[in-house]
């Protein structure tokens, strides 16, 4: 199947014990066993036909051949850690989001899994930075908020060469525009919350990976630690895909144009977004991703010019989170990557007038205006 057919008919598209097109929500936490041992379904924390089918699905549309649902994205990346051990090590893309280096830094340093944070962008970097108790690469790409580009390609034959798993988070691309199991990855993942949802109205985590024995670890670590979706949420999600190719193609025309205006805007100093040729590591996700995606962050002068701005929109929502039908707006300075020491973002470049837009799909020409009349202010 071409991707958006995938979209619709793959995963279980049908239920299989009525024929419905929609699968419907199994609201159900136990099931009737046959016999000792002889089940289908035993309990829901292990499996549930709702969220299987969203399982199912993901691992298709990310061209894997085994998904799972959390009940958030930083519940997924939780389960991943968990596939390590105290004294293993972690190099981490350095602009990474603020929750995912909050989770590494104050959660699980307690249980002594150190952590590395590098331009996984320099391939360098990251050969420099492995020691003997490495065990994985995590990356963003295009990271959180400066959307820099790793070459996932050319990460993964590090990775493979000493023997180490490659995670990847997906969400700003999303299956739709990027597979990273196809360019060498081990495990991909989405805060499916954002784009894969689509509606501000579900908050997940998936996962997918095409490796058996990963898997069931990854498996075994959902099953013991429960952090599963419920069936409502994994139909919504269900529900979101079937229109996701849709709404990515509309949503990148709109950053398309937007990611335009501002480099042209004299209050504007810095715009990042991987479509612009000038953006550095425009021609790597260009070989390696279909699409550039509708999230851009920009430089005003400062806090205040930032500030200010967010005030006079009418169309961008001021809000956390990102991937919606109607766009969005932060500073992430004070808001996504608050938890981050200013020293930090600074060095990052994440400066106090950064500003983050996640493009809807209202018209652009709205959208336009609308940042020009606050910038304007």
């Given at each position: 199947?071409?991707?958006?057919?995938?979209?619709?008919?793959?995963?279980?598209?049908?239920?299989?014990?009525?024929?419905?097109?929609?699968?419907?929500?199994?609201?159900?936490?136990?099931?009737?066993?046959?016999?000792?041992?002889?089940?289908?379904?035993?309990?829901?924390?292990?499996?549930?036909?709702?969220?299987?089918?969203?399982?199912?699905?993901?691992?298709?549309?990310?061209?894997?051949?085994?998904?799972?649902?959390?009940?958030?994205?930083?519940?997924?990346?939780?389960?991943?850690?968990?596939?390590?051990?105290?004294?293993?090590?972690?190099?981490?893309?350095?602009?990474?989001?603020?929750?995912?280096?909050?989770?590494?830094?104050?959660?699980?340093?307690?249980?002594?899994?150190?952590?590395?944070?590098?331009?996984?962008?320099?391939?360098?970097?990251?050969?420099?930075?492995?020691?003997?108790?490495?065990?994985?690469?995590?990356?963003?790409?295009?990271?959180?908020?400066?959307?820099?580009?790793?070459?996932?390609?050319?990460?993964?034959?590090?990775?493979?060469?000493?023997?180490?798993?490659?995670?990847?988070?997906?969400?700003?691309?999303?299956?739709?525009?990027?597979?990273?199991?196809?360019?060498?990855?081990?495990?991909?993942?989405?805060?499916?919350?954002?784009?894969?949802?689509?509606?501000?109205?579900?908050?997940?985590?998936?996962?997918?990976?095409?490796?058996?024995?990963?898997?069931?670890?990854?498996?075994?670590?959902?099953?013991?630690?429960?952090?599963?979706?419920?069936?409502?949420?994994?139909?919504?999600?269900?529900?979101?895909?079937?229109?996701?190719?849709?709404?990515?193609?509309?949503?990148?025309?709109?950053?398309?144009?937007?990611?335009?205006?501002?480099?042209?805007?004299?209050?504007?100093?810095?715009?990042?977004?991987?479509?612009?040729?000038?953006?550095?590591?425009?021609?790597?996700?260009?070989?390696?991703?279909?699409?550039?995606?509708?999230?851009?962050?920009?430089?005003?002068?400062?806090?205040?010019?930032?500030?200010?701005?967010?005030?006079?929109?009418?169309?961008?929502?001021?809000?956390?989170?990102?991937?919606?039908?109607?766009?969005?707006?932060?500073?992430?300075?004070?808001?996504?990557?608050?938890?981050?020491?200013?020293?930090?973002?600074?060095?990052?470049?994440?400066?106090?007038?950064?500003i983050r837009i996640s493009v809807g799909i209202e018209d652009q020409r709205d959208l336009i205006t609308d940042l020009s009349n606050a910038l304007e202010v």
């Amino acid at each position: 199947m071409n991707k958006k057919t995938k979209f619709i008919h793959g995963g279980v598209s049908l239920d299989l014990y009525t024929g419905a097109v929609s699968t419907p929500i199994y609201q159900v936490s136990t099931y009737k066993q046959d016999g000792v041992g002889n089940f289908k379904y035993e309990y829901s924390r292990t499996g549930n036909p709702t969220r299987e089918s969203l399982e199912k699905l993901i691992a298709d549309i990310e061209n894997g051949t085994h998904g799972f649902a959390f009940g958030s994205g930083m519940a997924a990346i939780t389960a991943i850690v968990h596939l390590f051990s105290a004294g293993d090590h972690i190099i981490a893309t350095d602009d990474v989001y603020g929750g995912t280096f909050r989770v590494l830094t104050k959660v699980f340093n307690r249980f002594e899994i150190e952590v590395t944070f590098v331009d996984t962008g320099d391939t360098n970097a990251v050969q420099d930075a492995i020691q003997p108790n490495t065990k994985a690469v995590y990356v963003e790409s295009p990271t959180n908020p400066l959307l820099k580009i790793t070459d996932i390609r050319a990460l993964s034959r590090i990775v493979q060469k000493n023997q180490l798993r490659l995670i990847v988070d997906n969400t700003f691309s999303t299956p739709y525009w990027q597979n990273p199991l196809d360019l060498g990855a081990d495990i991909v993942l989405h805060s499916a919350t954002k784009y894969i949802g689509g509606h501000s109205d579900v908050v997940a985590g998936l996962i997918a990976v095409k490796d058996k024995t990963l898997a069931e670890d990854i498996h075994f670590v959902q099953n013991s630690t429960g952090g599963v979706l419920g069936p409502q949420d994994s139909w919504l999600l269900i529900r979101g895909i079937k229109t996701l190719a849709l709404r990515m193609e509309e949503i990148e025309k709109n950053a398309n144009a937007i990611a335009q205006f501002l480099q042209k805007h004299q209050a504007v100093e810095k715009v990042y977004y991987p479509g612009l040729e000038s953006h550095p590591g425009h021609d790597v996700h260009t070989n390696q991703a279909e699409g550039f995606g509708g999230m851009i962050s920009f430089v005003v002068a400062d806090q205040e010019k930032a500030l200010s701005l967010l005030q006079n929109v009418n169309y961008f929502t001021l809000a956390e989170s990102l991937g919606a039908v109607e766009s969005l707006i932060s500073i992430p300075s004070l808001m996504t990557h608050a938890s981050i020491p200013r020293e930090r973002r600074l060095a990052l470049g994440i400066a106090d007038g950064l500003i983050r837009i996640s493009v809807g799909i209202e018209d652009q020409r709205d959208l336009i205006t609308d940042l020009s009349n606050a910038l304007e202010v």
